[in-house]
């Protein structure tokens, strides 16, 4: 991180494919009413079983945005 | 929680009657500008106090509301 | 804890009426299938949220049970 | 917490009412014997078990006291 | 997670092919004598290795499950 | 705290001067966009390195705000 | 571990003799009901005290057991 | 723990015979001036090292003890 | 730290200087009462803000001092 | 782990893949200059964000590797 | 970070003058015999005691630096 | 600690006498390969077993050296 000053914010995004992708899903969303979006920490993996399989996954991220100068 | 994306914040409600109520207004005062609230998670139980008795309760909660899809 | 050994389970109690009930009911459930429950320990306290008010609450505990000697 | 020095103890009070209350007694007994008692924060919160009843709650809090100037 | 109660235990599951597959053997493993698997969220995530590449992934989920009213 | 309801954000300040001025920075940040900070609390301390040098200090502080009543 | 599932219980051993002796007892429990037993992991020790000595010893340990294929 | 109110303190105790012996130097030591000590928990396992040899074990345990009704 | 025991307390110190000047005072504050302070360790820094600025820090510290033999 | 000692190092692998490759870069780097690598544990998942997509993903291990008997 | 491999070390640096100096000489420590050091992480801020004052601090950093592509 | 800077490493010893042994067999394996060893901290304690019996020890430490002037 340069030497700027940062807001974070903590998002879960869910999908049916597996972690990389509801990580995707959770820093997308964010994007779509933050700018300036930087980094992001996993917080959280869970996910939902029906029938014992994994129905969707779950994960919680930490997502880091620049504050304007 | 079903399939959807879930921003999170962190409020500390306060009570003289208790935790339980002090959880309470923490969702209230919430939900008095966000919509979708869908769950609580204690993160913090804490009080002050005032001629050896709790003079009010301070519990902090995350909440997560669901974000528009 | 007297000198015995023991066994711990993890469960999560459901109450409309606050988190103290929450804890009975778990305490209550496990009780139905086990003997010589001793002591529980709070592991997490959730709740749902329905029009800005809780509407259960769920507190995990670990319990610890009393094995035979 | 205004501008002072404070000294912290941790303090177990127990109750057959509930959680609240053990916090309350804990919070009397320091202030037997301690001026000053000005915060608290739960650090544990766990009970002893009796027929699948809740027999006694027993809550760990640390308490803040001032220092004299 | 609706009003009801639940139990949790913890499991490991093992695979060659990645995180995700790891998670999904320890929740089909666990659903073979267990019925009302609900959630799971992962604990731990480990593996081992032979001659620099993972050969097979170890992940510790703990699982939730509902039990009977 | 006085008996009031309070929001945590969590923000970075950056500083070459050092972990007390990179708190200041964050702090100062926080409040140009929002009213009533009441305090901080330390969550991580950071900084990157050139030359074998502190380059910049970038310290994590969560804050609280009062809400209205 | 080889590339297999398992599955984690908790309990606690005791002895007057030490940490050592409390951490096998608390194993040789387990193994009364349990086969397979692979690992331990000491997640707690504690211990009771009567006239200013260690009267007895309570460990509590994470065993892992292998699951059948 | 019986249904009594509890204070604890925290002790280091040392030992060149091994971390049994220091716990019971932590728990003989806090004997000396404070009567009722119940239990105790292991918070740290330490020591130090002279011509690669370990020289002598420092444990800090946290010490119960009951106040007086 | 050579081969004693040691009894640790809990000390918050302020200052309208910084973090260093705040676990110095907290350091003083301790020293007015008790011989033989050892050693400290940082277990929380927080502070009060007051118009967007740090009005004051507050550092509490872990403290050990010897005890004697 | 069989009966040997182990040295335990943390090392960053990144990837613009997901997370099982980061951890199979971090494998392999460490891979290049150490025998015997024997397992890794998952310290930290975290990743850089450009335009609201999820540009590498940086994932943290702590590698076990054996020490010559 | 930008997207290479890093490996962590830990460093314990000492200062009579505060944190921030017991920090740059970890930093210039760590820097003698190892190049490409990139940043670093407070883990643990302590000090020795003298007559009731700080006499050093001793402040313990993770450390990051590239590994070679 | 005096005045100086450290360097501290991990490492896991085995043994199938117990968690001091183990310990000591870890220090002394470091021992071998660096100089100045100053003390060690206790990380991990695990061990494998066989039959229901502990069949040996492992016990993870953080061991500080110090770094030449």
Redesign the interface.
């Known amino acids: ?1 340069p ?12 999908s ?1 494919v ?3 992708d509801a ?10 009413t933050l700018h300036g ?6 917080v ?6 029906e ?8 994960v ?1 991220v ?3 945005f620049r ?1 304007e100068d």
């Open positions: 991180m030497a700027h000053s940062y807001k974070h914010i903590e998002v879960t995004g869910s049916t597996g972690i990389d990580i995707s899903t959770a820093v997308a969303k964010a994007g779509k979006l930087h980094w992001f920490e996993v959280d993996t869970r996910g939902y079983i029938g014992s399989k994994v129905k969707h996954w779950q919680t930490k997502i880091g504050l």
